[in-house]
């Protein structure tokens, strides 16, 4: 057997001491992807540093990393400067601050052919011109004087994928590249990185929390686990042949399906959203025909302003106990739409009527009726004011209630809906910051139950969580449906968290409710082609269905 | 927050404002002479155990001069501050949480006194309703309202887009509940060192005030009268205009120190 791409042996790395990734070995060839897939903190970003010799100043590396039989371990900073980018490529998750802003995208690409030197500025150009069609940044799209700015966010990280190649490196490593992106991106991203490898025989390590993402590129999988490699195996398209414990569990996430409450059958779930009603009962929420414009900004002093409409004509409802998905790409309009729900911006046309009553209505009836509705936001670290303490938090929409329950009555509330989200009740003296993401989105949860509402309203809520954690929450909120009969309007662009936890879904698309029903017959035979758009783009492990949720 | 290690810079601004302040208030108290009592025989005498720092040129002592312009620096300085929060931050507050129309009217006056180089204005205003240390105060109250009021702006539109302050309008809170219980709260640490950087220019432009005769008027001492006396003086005194120079370049630089250190503090 030929030497290996690149080889890991037996590598440790530790922070300050503390060892953070334990005798990590792996290989790559060429032309081989691998994933490593892995919770937060289980090293696999580190690991990817690592192989670049970009660690922290604090972490120290031990052991041997070899690019072509050649060790990088104990190189100078200049060998090693004259390797990162030629012979291995890098692309991060964040395709908004990986490029400079002030810079053309051209320049971009070709500064990683300057800096290695041997071009002329433009044989440089011809490179990022070879590189950027390489990556479907053709024509116009993809012209050289086009400034970051001025590109979406999956061009954005063509264009950082492009710089990563341009040399035609011989490994490619990817660190969550397409965590930012929105699905059809992701799909299109992923599959760029996957022809890429393969017709250049290129080696690639894709590094992601998500084992579909993983699913959808790589040859072989490595899951991480504490800093060390607990199982690699070929993938498949299910991912069925992982074994250990801590990888069923990841893939238990992925394709994630938390126990449903009292079956809720697709037909009754179709004549629900046909006819309006659910058992001869009026739904708990019902949005009529909401538009919302926004003015843009005016070109010239003699032009009109103009309007784009955000929101077009969009209905729904929500029964009582019901959990509704509301999927669309960003830009769809859905946070409009939500913020119009909520009651927090006017629409300019439709009602939003909440157990049967506007909620536009202002003054006091709106605040009695707000108790009703309430929000479960993305950021759990933005929801939270960082100078109150957990309880105090918890009580802030007890503003809405007519009398102020009393200090012991408060203390008692809080406890008590702490301990429903499965927090204990001495966490109400402690502060948001002192606890992680899926602990946050615990706190957000429990705030919002404490009114005692009918319908809890989550916008893209589960999106910045591990999958882990996405999994225990996911699972909590079906658990607190099911007992407290809420209903739940979930507001995402994951489809695989739609299909796992709502009994309809309506697909929004520039503004407009383009198709709606029972999630599962939407999601087996969509009808709209922006719906199967979104499918086709959705990595199909996300999508399993039916998977048995053996321990 | 974390607690993090002071820097250098930020113990020896801290040091410095502090003797300061501290010397201003024992001012009030307790002076080693009377700083206005003239002891004509004793004029211009250098540096002794009697006179730390001398005395000037109608022979009052120096060290007791220089004490009770601190007294009038920082009480200009702080007044004015005091004004330029009390007007500023609400107009800020106010401009973030209406929009629209509110917020043109308010920031576009900001604009026009703003447009003012600051010194001028001052002696504008002082010219106009006459010289003297309350008019100073005003004069530099004013030209710090925009300063306060755009910070407060542009931090608090950047807090109203958080998600804990829509969680609070979930709850039903007004724009003033919210301005009063969340955005102040997380502002004043912004304000704080807008604040220190303010009460610094104060004590700059209350000298440079003093110093054309538009300040504290004769003979209650300020430290720019002081060194527009002595300027005339140098080659007969020179360290006349040594102490009360020494004085403003100390303390403002010990303000912009602590200034500094109070920002890396508080940025996150």
Known sequence: ??????????????????????????????????????????????????????????????????????????????????????????????????????????????????????????????????????????????????????????????????????????????????????????????????????????????????????????????????????????????????????????????????????????????????????????????????????????????????????????????????????????????????????????????????????LLAGGRAQRRLRRSIQAVFQDPYGSFDPRWPVERLLCEPFHLLDVQPSAAERRRRVAQVLERVGMSAADATRHAQEMSGGQRQRIAVARALNTEPAVVVFDEAVSALDVLVRAQILELLAGLSAQLQLAYLFVTHDLAVVRAIADRVYVMQQGRIVEHGATQRVFTAPEHDYTKMLLAATPRLALEHGVSRDA | MKRRAHTAGFVVGALLTAAFVAMALLAHFWTPYDPQALAIVDKLEPPTWHHWFGTDQLGRDVLSMIMAGAQNSVGVALLSVVIGVGVGVPAGLIAAARGGLADDVIMRGNDVIFA?????????????????????????????????????????????????????????????????????????????????????????????????????????????????????????????????GLAVVLFVLGLNLLGDGLRQRWAR
Not at chain 1, 61 to 78: D, E, P, Q
Not at chain 1, 215 to 223: E, F, G, K, Q, Y
């Open chain 1, 1 to 358: 057997m030929s030497t290996p791409l690149l080889s890991v042996e037996s590598v440790g790395v530790t922070i300050d001491g503390v060892p953070v990734v334990r005798s990590l070995s792996f290989a790559v060839a060429r032309g081989e992807s691998l994933g490593l897939v892995g919770a937060s903190g289980s090293g696999k970003s580190l690991t990817a540093l690592a192989i670049l010799q970009l660690l922290p100043a604090a972490a120290r590396l031990s052991g041997t990393i070899r690019l072509g039989g050649v060790a990088l371990t104990g190189m100078s900073a200049a060998q090693l400067c004259a390797i990162r980018g030629r012979d291995i490529g890098m692309v991060f998750q964040e395709p908004m601050s990986a490029l400079n802003p002030s810079m053309r995208i051209g320049d971009q690409v070709a500064e990683t052919v300057r800096l290695h030197g041997g071009a002329s500025a433009a044989a440089a150009r011809d490179m990022a011109r070879a590189a950027l069609d390489a990556v479907g940044l053709t024509g116009a799209q993809g012209a050289l004087d086009r400034y970051p700015h001025e590109l979406s966010g999956g061009q954005r990280q063509r264009v950082a994928i492009a710089a990563a190649i341009v040399l035609g490196p011989a490994l490619l490593i990817a660190d969550e590249p397409t965590t930012a992106l929105d699905v059809s991106t992701q799909a299109q991203v992923l599959a760029l990185l996957r022809d890429l490898a393969r017709s250049r025989g290129m080696g690639l390590i894709l590094v992601s929390h998500d084992l579909a993402v993983i699913a959808a590129v790589t040859d072989r999988v490595a899951v991480m686990q504490a800093g060390t490699i607990v199982e690699e195996v070929v993938t498949t398209d299910t991912l069925r042949n992982l074994e250990h414990p801590y990888s069923k569990a990841l893939r238990a996430a992925a394709v994630l399906a938390p126990k449903r409450h009292a079956q809720y059958s697709v037909a009754a779930a179709d004549a629900a959203d046909r006819d309006g009603f659910r058992s001869r009962e009026a739904p708990v929420l019902d949005v009529r025909g909401i538009v919302r414009d926004y003015t843009v900004k005016r070109r010239s002093l003699w032009r009109r302003a103009g309007v784009l409409r955000a929101v077009d004509h969009a209905s729904l409802v929500v029964h009582r106990g019901e959990t509704v998905g509301l999927v669309g790409e960003s830009g769809s309009g859905k946070s409009s739409l939500l913020r119009a729900i909520l009651g927090l911006e006017r629409p300019v046309a439709g009602e939003v009527l909440l157990l049967g009553e506007s």
């Open chain 2, 116 to 244: 003012f180089p600051s010194l001028l204005l001052a002696i504008l205003i002082t010219a106009v309703f006459g010289p003297g240390a309350v008019n100073a105060i005003i004069a530099i109250g004013i030209f710090n309202i925009p300063v306060f009021a755009r910070v407060t702006r542009g931090g608090a539109l950047d807090l109203w887009s958080r998600d804990y302050v829509l969680a609070a309008r979930l709850a039903g809170k007004g724009p003033l509940r919210i301005s009063f219980e969340h955005l102040l709260p997380n502002l004043s640490g912004l304000l704080l060192v807008q604040g220190t950087i303010q009460f610094s220019l104060g004590v700059i432009a209350e000298a440079g005030l003093s110093y054309v005769g538009l300040g504290a008027q004769p003979p209650s001492p300020s430290w720019g009268r002081m060194l527009n006396e002595a300027q005339t003086l140098t080659a007969l005194a020179p360290t006349l205009a040594l102490f009360p």
